[in-house]
């Protein structure tokens, strides 16, 4: 299953020209369908795009997108400007099915594989590298910003899109 690109997806792309700049070395961390990759690249060539699912990663191959098969940072080497990650962030649903859960769970309670990425990002950031992430309050939005603070990520909200079961956010955080 490739992620489609909803509200979620739409509220990070439309960020992306503010923070790509020609020559940004710039990582697409759980690509899904590319399209935050495809748009950074009108402003860079040098993107990467990575996921967890090869079924996308042979997709975007077809684009011309580099693509790189990795589970979150396990497989990245290098530093960046800028790490765009909408990941999967809905709390762990037993009726779903594995690939469902590959695309759309964030762990058993959806913050966990945004604490695993929050964890792994610093090491890849260039100096003034910045992340643009993007979430659901669902997510636990406090445990995740207790967690940047705890990793001493300075952070701010850049938008948010109140939903009737839900607030999406796109968060803007540095070293």
Known sequence: MIYPPGKDSFLLEK??????????KVLDIGTG????????LK????????DINKE???ALKLEELKTIHSDLFS????????????PPYLPEDVREDKEGKVALCGGK??????????????SHLKKDGKILLVFSSLSKKDLIENKMK???????????????FETIYLYLIQK
């Open 15 to 24: 960020y992306i020209k503010l923070y790509v700049k020609q020559n940004s």
């Open 33 to 40: 369908s590319g399209i935050q990759g495809k748009e950074a």
């Open 43 to 50: 402003y860079t060539k040098d993107v990467i795009s990575s």
């Open 56 to 58: 996308c990663l042979k």
């Open 75 to 86: 497989k990245i080497k290098g530093k960046f400007d800028l790490i765009m990650f909408n």
């Open 109 to 122: 309670e959806g913050y966990e594989i945004i604490f695993r990425f929050l964890e792994q990002a610093k």
């Open 150 to 164: 705890e990793l001493k990520y300075s952070f701010e909200i850049l938008e948010s899109e109140k939903f009737f």
